[in-house]
């Protein structure tokens, strides 16, 4: 007997299908739009540990998701349950929000979903389940599209996580130098009002530590200790030989030295896309995967004991040397007939070879680009203090600031960079 299934579970997968489908960057504004009916919201933010160069995205009110920053999401996600939705109250972009935010286990190191609603009543348990079932979904194909990086992809992610590495430095930098100018200042025995002071000072170092914290907090999304890698690795690997007679033997790096996530992500799909080429030969009884650091660079090794007749070849199906070519890495493969085969896939720790110069517009800042815009359409200091509600002095040194950047010596030349990169 035909069972007709129900109406509401039908939905809910085709909403799912459609989620997926989307390009990456256009997943969280269609998923958005999907949960809105069920939670409505004026904003939707996610952290997405998978993605090395841009594991903040958001989508809706302006207002709000221009402030939104993974030193805002980085605390979600560390106390999330997940499977437990939680809605409240946060501080979101200078005010008080209701709030909805769901964590995921779905990947390794987590991720977190936070809808800024449009309205306080609680949301219902069925619908909390639906969106905790979509993100669980959402961030599972996350992960497969991470392990399973294209080429290009993984190309386009160390470019960017370069730059946004660069972007971040100079932050710190100019915020590190900030408060301890101001530090110095608190602390000088020409003042008065001491209480003052001494409350000025304990912000600065609040500060100060926060700004620390949340540069840890960035490079644990970067990057990975090389053993907790290898180790995430070894899990995965081990259920592939579970109803099989072929032991699997491991011998991690030995080291908590970080590894840029990229190269964490190439080695381990490589290291799986030829473990599955070793498991199809006959006679193969035992494999030992290792990595190990050597003159810079990773080395990946999978050793079997098989007949030895493995070659390059083999391995042009699954896209090794391709994967490992957009990091500058290389295959080697050294087969002994009736001893086996060793494969060896070495990634310079270094990342990819350089990258074309990126467009001059990168070394601005969101600030200096809202300036630049209203500067390349003709207008003047004074129309553009009054637009960004700044003073008049602070565009003069915006404007220097960006002829400085760009290396120009005029604002008609800052104006046609402008339009040439548009």
């Known amino acids: ?60 009110d302006p207002a709000l998701t221009a402030r939104i920053t993974t030193a805002d999401l980085a605390p979600l996600l560390a106390s999330g349950v997940p499977g437990r939705p939680w809605q409240g109250t946060l501080d979101v972009a200078g005010a008080e929000h209701p709030v909805l935010t769901v964590t995921s286990d779905a990947t390794p190191r987590g991720a977190v979903l936070l809808l800024v609603r449009s309205e306080d ?44 590495a660069r972007v971040i430095a100079e932050l710190g930098e100019a915020h590190a130098a900030a408060l301890t100018g101001l530090l110095g200042v608190l602390r000088s025995r020409h003042l008065d ?57 491991f011998a991690g790096p030995g080291s908590t030295r970080s590894l840029p996530a990229d190269v964490a992500h190439a080695a381990r799909a490589t290291v799986r896309a030829v473990l599955m080429r070793v498991l199809e030969q006959e006679g193969v009884d035992r494999v ?28 042009k199906g699954d896209r090794v040397r391709e994967r490992l070519g957009v990091l500058d890495g290389r295959v080697e493969v050294e087969a002994v007939p009736g001893w086996g085969t060793t494969v060896t896939a070495v990634v310079p720790l270094g990342g990819a070879a350089p990258e074309p ?30 637009e960004l509600h700044i003073s008049e002095s602070t565009v003069k040194f915006h404007v220097a600031n960006i002829l400085t950047k760009l290396g120009v010596g005029s604002r008609g030349e800052a104006a ?3 339009h040439a990169a548009a």
């Open 1 to 60: 007997m035909d069972v007709m299934p129900d109406s509401t579970a039908v939905a809910a997968l085709t909403a799912a299908y459609d989620v997926i489908r989307q390009p990456l960057g256009a997943i969280l504004p269609r998923l958005s739009e999907v949960l809105a009916a069920t939670v409505p919201h004026r904003a939707a933010a996610e952290l997405s540990t998978h993605c090395a160069h841009s594991p903040v995205k958001t989508h809706g």
């Open 121 to 164: 009543t609680p949301v219902g348990p069925e619908a909390l389940a639906v969106v905790q079932a979509l993100w669980d979904l959402v961030t599972g194909h996350f992960e497969r599209f991470a392990v399973e990086a294209e080429p290009g992809a993984l190309a386009r992610s160390v470019a960017a996580a370069g730059t946004r």
């Open 193 to 249: 009002d001491s209480a003052a002071r001494a409350a000025a000072t304990d912000l600065a170092v609040s500060a100060l530590v926060e700004l620390r914290a949340q540069a840890e907090r960035d490079q644990q999304i970067a990057e990975e200790p090389a053993d907790r890698a290898f180790e995430r690795l070894a899990e995965s690997l081990r259920p592939l030989v579970r109803y099989s007679p072929v032991r699997l033997a």
């Open 288 to 315: 030992h995967v290792a990595w190990r650091f050597a003159d810079g660079d990773l080395h990946a090794t999978v050793r079997d004991d098989g007949p030895g007749t493995l070659t390059l070849c083999d391995l």
């Open 357 to 386: 110069a990126p467009q001059p517009l990168t070394v601005l800042g969101e600030r200096e680009l809202q300036v630049l815009a209203r500067l390349a359409q003709g207008r003047r200091n004074r129309v553009i203090a009054q």
């Open 416 to 418: 046609a960079l402008f």
